[in-house]
């Protein structure tokens, strides 16, 4: 098993749509969890972090799941602008381990 | 501009040859990551400094590559006698080691081995 997992998409949505990403982790251990973001030949961008309480910026909210071990990224009102690929990130005793990337593609 | 800076951005090499890439993390940030990325994958950890201190390599980082950070402020990553498997973006990352851990991408290295 993988040990970041997610769904590599690519999914498509239309301008306005709600859209969720999951990321599912193996080390039960983890400390830190992130969502980057990253756009096509570009570096990965911080998007947020991700709290136990869960937390949102914007129409982006974040949810951790320490007993199921994973987290989800859910973005409201879709911009075409938010295409790009959401990085899931975790830090377990200071490795950091990323996932592939879930893209994303709003469409007009 | 204050962020992380890599130098070269673009790099053709032939195989066999040596190639050497540069990071500078932002100032204050004692931790600096390289990582490697090819296209469709994520960021896939090589090693990482604290200050000039090399304290976790991957098993992906062959004896042909090697990293520095002399004075725990600029990077160094060699790569030795290149093959066309080492082709990739090379991503470097600085982060302050305190809490949350967020790291801070410079624009990368994208290396082409012919």
């Known amino acids: 098993r993988k040990e970041v997992e997610q769904d590599p998409g690519p999914f498509n949505v239309p301008e306005g749509a709600t859209v969720a990403f999951n990321c599912t982790y193996s080390?039960?251990?983890?400390?830190?969890f992130f969502w980057y973001r990253q756009d096509c030949r570009k570096e990965p961008k911080l998007l947020m972090s991700?709290?136990?309480s869960g937390n949102e910026d914007g129409r982006f909210t974040a949810q951790l799941n320490r007993a199921s071990q994973y987290i989800s990224l859910l973005i409201r009102d879709s911009k075409l602008s938010d295409s790009a690929t959401y990085l899931c990130?975790?830090?377990?005793?200071?490795?950091?381990?990323f996932g592939t990337g879930t893209k994303l593609q709003v469409i007009p | 501009d204050t962020g992380v800076s890599q130098n070269p951005r673009h790099k053709i090499t032939k195989r066999g040859q040596n190639v050497t890439f540069r990071c500078d993390p932002i100032s204050e940030h004692n931790r600096l990551y390289w990582y490697r990325q090819t296209l469709g994958q994520g960021p896939e950890f090589l090693t990482y400094f604290q200050n000039e201190a090399q304290l976790e390599k991957s098993r992906l980082l062959s004896d042909r590559f090697s990293a520095e950070r002399p004075k725990g402020s600029f990077s160094t990553l060699e790569i030795q006698r290149t093959e066309q498997g080492d082709s990739a973006m090379y991503l470097c990352?600085?982060?302050?080691?305190?809490?949350?851990?967020?790291?801070?991408f410079g624009p990368g290295t994208r290396l082409l081995v012919l």
């Open positions: 080390n039960s251990a983890s400390q830190s």
């Open positions: 991700v709290y136990s």
């Open positions: 990130v975790v830090n377990s005793y200071q490795k950091v381990t």
């Open positions: 990352a600085s982060s302050l080691a305190l809490g949350f851990e967020t790291q801070y």
